[in-house]
């Protein structure tokens, strides 16, 4: 069975940090470029980020570039979002899916994402 779990979530204040991840199983995580997404109560989920099959290559949307940094460990079937700086308006649920488009990361065409792990930026 294909998987994607993510973890890491939780309640933030407004410039902390946190490290989300994302494990695949039932696949090769290295086939594929992988990303991920978010969605905020009443709104469209956003691809936020986006990460070549080897991690050499990575890419942003504009809100959070600067802030948040996308890894993978192949050797883990493992991806991570590292987010500092947090704001309220990165409040939502993060997603990791397959595939993305490293060159534009906010395009939506993933064939598979996980349940989801909940971000919350509040003071």
């Known amino acids: 069975q294909l998987q994607l779990v993510e973890s890491g979530g939780g309640l933030v204040q407004p410039g902390g940090s946190l490290r989300l991840s994302c494990v695949a199983s039932g696949f090769t995580l290295e086939t594929y470029t992988i990303g991920w997404f978010r969605q905020a109560p009443g709104k469209e989920r956003e691809g936020v980020s986006c990460i070549s099959n080897s991690g050499a290559s990575a890419n942003y949307i504009g809100s959070v570039k600067g802030r948040f940094t996308i890894s993978r460990d192949n050797a883990k079937n493992t991806v991570y979002l590292e987010m500092n700086n947090l704001k309220p308006d990165d409040t939502g649920v993060y997603y990791c899916?397959?595939?993305?488009?490293?060159?534009?990361?906010?395009?939506?065409?993933?064939?598979?994402w996980g349940r989801g792990t909940q971000v919350t930026v509040s003071s």
């Open positions: 899916a397959v595939p993305c488009r490293v060159a534009a990361p906010w395009i939506d065409e993933y064939d598979l």
